[in-house]
């Protein structure tokens, strides 16, 4: 059963710091990899998808690596700023159609 | 504007008295999903359906149930409500059911049991 776990739990930095997000996976047979930002009280929207093909995907100051072989995933931020702030979640897509979620990191981006 | 709606948006109920949660969206998406977020376990799949008339289950489907009689609309019902199923529920969809376009999400709804 694909497991998706996340660390850190929480993260603090100050601002303009580069900062990864790390993603792992037991299961190499995902077809996409997403990456999501949660608010406070909000949804959760769409960062990145990495399809299985790939290796990364660039949006902005965001980039998003897959690495099926090793089962991992990371978020790259450059340039880190306070409305940064936030939940980042990953989730690994299933040949079921299924997507199994990690558990997310706190991020906290200190003026 | 493209959005996945959600509602209710909160909901405080008791036990035992089924309830409905509409889902609704206005992408023409193939694909729609539920999921419940729960502090300390994160987004678990509840259940998800590919198309008009095809559901399947996620990892938690109990004690829950769902159709999908069109397109546009996918309601998670809860027959006979208990306090575990006090939880963040968030409803998704995407475009195609192969994984190749992203998941969108509503702002979800926040339900109680008592």
């Known amino acids: 059963k694909q497991e998706v776990t996340q660390i850190p739990a929480a993260l603090s930095v100050p601002e303009g710091e580069n900062l990864v997000l790390n993603c792992s996976f037991t299961?190499?047979?995902?077809?996409?990899l997403q990456w999501f930002r949660q608010d406070p009280g909000k949804g959760l929207t769409s960062l990145l998808l990495i399809q299985s093909s790939q290796r990364e995907q660039t949006s902005g100051r965001l980039n998003a690596s897959l690495d099926k072989s090793s089962g991992r995933s990371t978020l790259y931020i450059a340039a880190s700023q306070p409305g940064d702030s936030a939940t980042y979640l990953c989730?690994?897509?299933?040949?079921?159609?299924?997507?199994?979620f990690g558990t997310g990191t706190r991020l906290k981006v200190l003026a | 504007e493209a959005q996945v709606t959600q509602n209710p948006r909160y909901l405080i109920t008791v036990t035992g008295k089924k309830l409905t949660v509409t889902c609704s969206q206005n992408?023409?998406?193939?694909?729609m999903s539920w999921y419940r977020q729960d502090p300390g376990l994160g987004l678990r799949q509840i259940y998800y359906s590919m198309n008009v008339e095809v559901t399947d289950k996620g990892d938690v489907p109990e004690g829950y149930k769902v159709s999908r009689k069109e397109k546009r609309n996918f309601p998670l019902i809860l027959e006979s409500p208990s306090p575990n199923q006090t939880s963040l529920y968030f409803c998704?969809?995407?475009?195609?059911?192969?994984?190749?376009?992203?998941?969108?999400f509503g702002d979800g709804t926040r339900l109680s049991i008592l």
């Open positions: 998704a969809s995407s475009l195609s059911r192969t994984g190749h376009q992203p998941q969108h």
């Open positions: 992408m023409n998406h193939e694909y």
């Open positions: 989730a690994g897509g299933s040949g079921t159609y299924k997507y199994i």
């Open positions: 299961d190499s047979a995902i077809y996409n």
